[in-house]
């Protein structure tokens, strides 16, 4: 059994021959090409795409299974996974993601951090802080991350409803689950998106759906960009439809000099961190390595991807 490593976090290699002592194990960084022409049975690969893989599934088009290290496989094109068996590691950050969204609420409900002070105001005790209790909050996108939102919005007693591709009972206590995106979005204070990019998602925030956003609503990405119209939510801040924007994807990534988005006084903005955890990666980790004691033992795995959906 050949497997080839995109991408080699410490102590992967000895944790695979601990699972796979006969495994012949390959680094193959992004950026180089496989030499040899013995079989690859399986590819560990980076998120956000690769020529590399690309290359490697060209030369080996019969690659019986590929585990993209990261939430999604978005990033490669469409019809690379066609037919194959793709998992990723979808779920295994869900909990920082969840807190940084609370944590957004909570800045923007308590006016954090221009409420702090560091010389005498001019009136003590004054304040116009919002709370988070009683407030509906609209997640767009129900799975292990949308979940992980809700559960902890509960405990804030707000009102959670969700969408979903297909919709279904959310199937947690306290979450009601809506069919039309558009009656979600006219009626949440907070609106997340937690879902993942596809031909179908791209572009679902755009001019028409802010403008039925309530007033006031604060809206949060920690999905993709590309699920947002940047210029029309540019223009939806400037005139006051939305509140306050938090955005942790955004388009381009890195964000160049002097772009709108980091000076604009409505919005929070942080460099694609909110999956970030002491623990993140070491989870991401052990969702292959789950997975491959799995594939080696013919059971179904964990993550995987429904490669004509994209997700």
Not at 28 to 51: H, N, R, W, Y
Not at 110 to 127: R, V
Not at 177 to 197: G, R, Y
């Amino acid at each position: 059994m050949r497997i080839v490593m995109m991408y080699e976090p410490p102590g992967v290699r000895e944790a695979i021959a601990q699972l796979l002592p006969d495994a012949d194990i390959v680094a193959m960084p992004s950026g180089t090409q496989l030499i040899g022409p013995e079989k690859v049975d399986m590819v560990l690969a980076t998120p956000g795409g690769s020529e590399s893989l690309e290359h490697l599934l060209r030369q080996q088009p019969d690659i019986e299974w590929i585990h993209v290290l990261g939430t999604g496989i978005d990033g490669y094109p469409s019809e690379l996974f066609k037919g194959k068996k793709v998992t990723c590691s979808k779920g295994a950050t869900a909990v920082p993601i969840a807190e940084w969204v609370i944590a957004m609420m909570l800045a923007h409900a308590k006016s954090l951090p221009s409420s702090w002070i560091k010389s005498p105001p001019a009136q003590w005790y004054q304040s116009s802080l919002d709370t988070l209790e009683g407030k509906t909050l609209g997640i767009v996108g129900f799975g292990e991350i949308g979940q992980a939102i809700a559960r902890r919005a509960l405990a804030f007693d707000m009102k959670v409803i969700c969408t979903m591709r297909t919709h279904r009972p959310s199937g947690m206590p306290g979450v009601t689950s809506i069919a039309e995106l558009d009656e979600l979005i006219s009626v949440a204070d907070h609106l997340v998106l937690a879902l993942p990019a596809s031909s179908q998602t791209s572009g679902m925030i755009n001019a028409q759906r802010l403008s039925i956003m309530k007033r006031e609503s604060h809206l949060i990405n920690v999905s993709r960009a590309a699920l947002i119209d940047q210029n029309a939510l540019h223009d939806a801040l400037d005139r006051g439809i939305v509140a306050r924007a938090s955005l942790d994807v955004v388009d381009p990534e890195p964000l160049p000099q002097g772009h709108w988005l980091y000076e604009h006084p409505s919005v929070f903005l942080s460099p694609h961190i909110s999956w970030n955890s002491p623990l993140s990666i070491q989870r991401m980790i052990q969702v292959f390595l789950d997975n491959l004691s799995r594939w080696a033992a013919g059971q179904a795995l964990r993550g995987e991807v429904d490669t004509n959906a994209g997700y």
